[in-house]
């Protein structure tokens, strides 16, 4: 059987398609997108990007309806957003298997919190799959579509940072189509008043004591020295193994519903029973509810963070292997690439001394200094509705608002800012809304959205304007300057501030590092007019820095998109040929 070196995320796309899966719907997220785009690729997938999750979820939901496998890809904070549709689910249950990704992200990498997508699995009533690793990913996703269709329900698939994103040899085997199966009608199964939701939750709970008493082929048993048993799942499973060689090990490839009989059979074989997983104590909690004493748990390993084998070995009181420390370096923050459009506009609204409601996308970076420009980061689309209570409690305090700015990436906005301009629009709101258009989704890897007119596969399709929507949704004033002109940008700013009502400003610039046709020669500062007032530096642009009393500028790095110059009184910054 071949075999191919694999990101965990293009494993579990392999698996997918292994599976027979024919529609993959997704919004794109950190650690999960690379699932979806690598499945793509297969031209037996159909694959789409989603305006977000809750969408993308109802979508492959439909199509298991309909009788074809379906795959929802998402990170763990995009299971908020489709946990309407999610706990519903586990009660109408499925035609055609259906398993949803949730990809977590301990440490916070790239995440505003640490949450644990297996708290989702457990109040939905959905069982969880936990992979260790590339070739289990693959396994553990054809694993689901039969538990899927066998049980009647859709399942999840966690992964975590470490396993989406590192590499591990895994296997290639052939698609099996999975034929579309027949749809008959049942409204007590799909339509769920209460009177049918009452009917299908007592198989809900059949289902998951079914499940939890199997042998389904998900728990491996390493028996080696009796005085130390761990139980665990997961990347802490890879973590057990290096630190602890000789201990005895219970992996748990399902996490909800647990293996209650597996686990309490190996609790009687071990001296010291050990739980170690990462983020919340969702296994150790339901082990103790069994009578089943947990001699190291959450205790010790904590609930922040990543755990590491050193980590662990330190648990054990165990010597840690020498580790060469590196000299002493400076600490290197994520900033806006060189030629951000987003610079500008902070760099306007840090002038204006404006209060600023952010959301998640790049634009975020502009909370840190030298812009320190956004005062709140929340969730997705929760931007434009922080404005509109914010702009209300100001004012009940006596205190004039109108230097308040609400931002919001294209992707963002088209996710779940629309229906919060809508709201503005109808309670007579006074905000103004600057969407940050880059014509892409830009942090989670430049992923098209509805606004830029491509799909998945860069295929030309329809362009939602993002002008005529705001119109739409009954905004007074919708203006559109070019996000590089920071003249421009501050008038517009300016006169809506001036204006009650909802105005809406969409300063639009392609992505820095996709517009390459608009890059231009590097810049120069002439050292002989620079009179070193760091105008510039306030920017932020990592391509400036400031050396024997005047700005330089590292022509590796500047794109010449000219916001430094445009920010010069002196007129010292010039093209490199003057």
């Not at 491509?454 to 070019?482: M, N």
Request: aromatic share 4%; with cysteine; net charge neutral.
């Amino acid at each position: 059987m071949p075999q191919k070196l694999m990101l965990g995320n293009e494993a579990a796309a392999r698996g997918a398609w292994e599976a027979g899966v024919r529609l993959v719907s997704s919004y794109p997220g950190t650690p999960s997108t690379e699932i979806t785009e690598y499945a793509s690729k297969y031209p037996e997938i159909y694959a789409e990007w989603a305006a977000n999750e809750k969408v993308a979820l109802e979508v492959a939901a439909g199509a298991s309806m309909g009788g074809a496998r379906a795959l929802c890809c998402m990170k763990h904070v995009g299971v908020n957003v489709a946990a309407d549709p999610l706990y519903t689910l586990s009660y109408t249950g499925v035609n055609g298997g259906l398993v949803i990704v949730a990809a977590d992200d301990p440490g916070m990498h790239s995440s505003q919190n640490e949450q644990d997508s297996r708290m989702h699995a457990r109040a939905s009533q959905v069982p969880m799959l936990e992979p260790s690793d590339s070739e289990e990913c693959r396994l553990y996703m054809k694993k689901a579509f039969e538990i899927s269709e066998k049980y009647d329900c859709p399942v999840m698939l966690r992964t975590t940072t470490r396993i989406a994103h590192a590499r591990s040899m895994a296997q290639m085997e052939d698609r099996q189509e999975a034929p579309v199966k027949d749809y008959q009608k049942n409204v007590s199964k799909w339509v769920m008043t209460p009177a049918f939701a009452k009917m299908r939750h007592p198989v809900v709970e059949a289902r998951m004591d079914a499940l939890s008493a199997e042998d389904n082929g998900l728990v491996c048993l390493e028996m080696r020295s009796c005085e130390i048993g761990v139980i665990c799942s997961g990347m802490a499973y890879q973590y057990v193994r290096e630190a602890l060689p000789g201990a005895s090990i219970l992996k748990l490839g399902m996490v909800n519903p647990l293996p209650k009989n597996a686990i309490v059979d190996f609790a009687g074989k071990v001296r010291k029973l050990c739980v170690i997983e990462e983020l919340e104590p969702v296994m150790e909690e339901q082990i103790a509810s069994w009578g089943v004493r947990v001699d190291i748990g959450k205790k010790d390993t904590g609930r922040q963070g990543e755990l590491s084998g050193r980590k662990i070995r330190t648990i054990f009181g165990l010597d840690n292997p020498e580790v060469i420390e590196s000299p002493g370096m400076p600490a290197r923050p994520p900033v806006l690439c060189p030629g951000c459009p987003h610079r500008g506009v902070y760099a306007v609204l840090s002038k204006l001394k404006c209060t600023v409601t952010g959301d998640i996308g790049c634009y975020t970076l502009g909370s840190s200094a030298p812009l320190s420009a956004v005062d709140s980061v929340l969730c997705m689309g929760a931007s434009v509705g922080m404005s509109q209570g914010f702009d209300r409690a100001r004012k009940w305090a006596g205190e004039d608002s109108r230097k308040l700015v609400a931002v919001i990436g294209d992707s963002t906005f088209l996710h779940s800012g629309v229906t919060s301009l809508l709201s503005a629009s109808y309670n007579r709101a006074n905000i103004t809304l600057i969407i940050l258009d880059n014509t892409t989704t830009g942090m989670t890897g430049h992923q098209p959205n509805p606004a830029t007119g491509f799909d998945i596969h860069g295929e030309p399709t329809t362009r939602i304007d993002l002008e005529e929507l705001c119109r739409a949704c009954k905004a007074d004033s919708v203006v559109t300057v070019p996000a590089d002109d920071m003249a421009k940008v501050e008038a517009a700013v300016r006169g809506a501030l001036s204006e009650t009502g909802v105005s809406v400003i969409i300063a639009r610039k392609a992505c820095a590092l996709l517009d390459k046709k608009s890059r231009k020669d590097p810049l120069h500062i002439q050292p002989d007019i620079c009179r070193g007032c760091r105008s510039c530096m306030r920017l932020g642009c990592p391509a400036i820095a400031f050396a024997d009393g005047h700005a330089v500028i590292d022509p590796s790095l500047c794109v010449g998109c000219g916001l430094c110059s445009q920010t010069c009184a002196f007129n010292a910054i010039v093209g490199r040929n003057v």
